[in-house]
């Protein structure tokens, strides 16, 4: 049984950056695609970043506009996500996903495994 367990999520200011941790345990995290999303109330979950398994390929939503950087430690099974000038619209909760294939995607519905997702509220 894969977990994932994402922290890191906090109240900042608008231009302010906030780093997120997503550790996975239960299974061989080196050999799976990681994602990003995030999920305003009352909006669906939204695609932010992935990575591939070699981390050789990364993808953005386009409302990232440079601000966010995907990364993963394979050595300590965790994947990050690097957020400057954040801003009111990013706030919402947001979640980690893991694939069972080497390849990332931007599709929610591609993932098998989430973590219980980690609150990012930005003010104005």
């Known amino acids: 049984q894969v977990r994932l367990v994402e922290s890191g999520g906090g109240l900042v200011q608008a231009g302010g950056s906030l780093r997120l941790s997503c550790v996975a345990s239960?299974?061989?995290?080196?050999?799976?695609?990681k994602g990003w999303f995030r999920q305003a109330p009352g909006k669906e979950r939204e695609f932010v970043a992935a990575?591939?398994?070699?981390?050789?390929?990364?993808y953005y939503g386009d409302f990232v506009e440079g601000r966010f950087t995907i990364s993963r430690d394979n050595a300590k099974n965790t994947v990050y996500l690097q957020m400057n000038n954040l801003q009111p619209e990013d706030t919402g909760v947001y979640y980690c996903?893991?694939?069972?294939?080497?390849?990332?995607?931007?599709?929610?519905?591609?993932?098998?495994?989430w973590g219980q997702g980690t609150q990012v509220t930005v003010s104005s």
């Open positions: 996903g893991q694939k069972t294939t080497p390849i990332a995607s931007v599709e929610s519905s591609a993932y098998d495994y």
């Open positions: 239960g299974q061989s995290f080196n050999n799976y695609g």
């Open positions: 990575i591939h398994r070699s981390s050789s390929t990364t």
